[in-house]
């Protein structure tokens, strides 16, 4: 079981939002504001997309944004576009015991 | 650009020992990153295993922790895995991949499927 909550799929027609939420606990996404998103297109590695809860690496569209609130972190894509179609992951850094958690996945489809 | 490239058997046989490489360019091990090595079962999801800096500071995933080892050379510039007593829920993509700002992978290796089966 996954220590990070996330919906199975979500879906968006081309140009509108979508939003993902990763639900955590105290000790991890409360605790620290080190969430991180990857997007994953299939049979490819992970890409980072969102890392400090809402910082973009260099590359990333700003299309992407990322946000946190309790225990809960967002991901926003906004202006869908059809290469947005992936599964992506959240991950928290849970401290010096548990360090890394990752969510189960969203599968993103762009309708 | 950094870049990463994981190597090692693509079949384990059942109680052995799965070992893995990982071959780092654009970048040096000894430079103050981390390393990690995270795998994804068939259809499922991500799980982080293990991370490294080259000052010698490992850390764990606590459910593996018994298991895994992780190390580095820094004269060949590579990274090592080894899970030692694998069974059938070992069988995943590996990935090696070097950290962001706390986000284990920034920049990642294109992985390497690993089948525990006799």
């Known amino acids: 079981q996954s220590a990070l909550t996330q919906p199975p799929s979500a879906s968006g027609s081309p140009g509108q939002s979508v939003t993902i939420s990763c639900t955590g606990t105290?000790?991890?996404?409360?605790?620290?504001?080190?969430v991180s998103w990857y997007q994953q297109h299939p049979g490819k590695a992970p890409k980072l997309m969102i890392y400090?809860?809402?910082k973009r690496p260099s590359g990333v569209p700003d299309r992407f944004s990322g946000s946190k609130s309790g225990n809960t972190a967002s991901l926003t894509v906004s202006g869908l576009q059809a290469e947005d179609e992936a599964d992506y992951y959240c991950?928290?850094?849970?401290?010096?015991?548990?360090?890394?958690?990752f969510g189960a996945g969203t599968k993103v489809t762009v309708l | 650009q950094v870049q990463l490239q994981e190597s090692g058997p693509g079949l384990v046989e059942p109680s052995g020992t799965l070992s893995l490489t990982c071959a780092v360019s654009g970048d040096s091990i000894s430079s103050d990153s981390w390393w990690s090595w995270v795998r994804q079962p068939p259809g499922k999801g991500l799980e982080w295993i293990a991370e490294i800096h080259h000052s010698g500071i490992t850390h764990y995933n606590p459910s593996l922790r018994s298991r895994v080892t992780i190390s580095m050379d820094n004269c060949r510039n590579h990274f090592s895995l080894t899970l030692t007593s694998v069974t059938a829920a070992d069988t995943a993509v590996y990935y090696c991949a070097r950290n962001g700002p706390f986000s284990p992978g920034e920049y990642w290796g294109q992985g390497t499927l690993v089948t525990v089966s006799s």
């Open positions: 991950s928290s850094y849970g401290g010096s015991n548990i360090f890394y958690v």
């Open positions: 400090e809860v809402s």
């Open positions: 105290s000790s991890d996404v409360v605790g620290y504001n080190y």
